[in-house]
């Protein structure tokens, strides 16, 4: 499976932006793709996963601003983000779960700066 992360770049708070993330390869493999960050110095977090079902799951943090959702179709994977702190400045990772394995994009910088 390989992940082509894009969106990233830098915002104003209070600004919005949305990532996407295409999946191709083995995608009959995947079970759930998601998003985490990681900000400098600090581990990697989980920001929001939706399973093939449409089930979806976010961090406490970006419930209420960020929106995970897919295109099966497309096999892409959106991270509509709205509201953006300076704290959500980090590097964004695509992640792709599978019965047996765990996949990872390129990662795409967010900056929330004024």
């Known amino acids: 499976v390989q992940l082509q992360a894009s969106g990233g770049g830098l915002v104003q708070p209070g600004g919005s932006l949305r990532l996407s993330c295409a999946a191709s390869?083995?995608?009959?493999?995947?079970?759930?793709m998601g998003w985490y960050r990681q900000a400098p110095g600090k581990q990697r977090d989980l920001v929001a996963t939706?399973?093939?079902?449409?089930?979806?799951n976010s961090a406490d943090s970006v419930k209420g601003r960020f929106t995970i959702s897919r295109d099966n179709a497309k096999n892409t994977v959106y991270l509509q983000m709205n509201s953006l702190k300076p704290a959500d400045t980090a590097v964004y990772y695509c992640?792709?779960?599978?019965?047996?394995?765990?996949?990872w994009g390129q990662g795409t910088q967010v900056t929330v700066s004024s």
């Open positions: 992640n792709a779960g599978a019965t047996f394995a765990n996949y």
């Open positions: 390869g083995d995608i009959f493999s995947i079970n759930a």
């Open positions: 939706i399973t093939n079902g449409g089930r979806t």
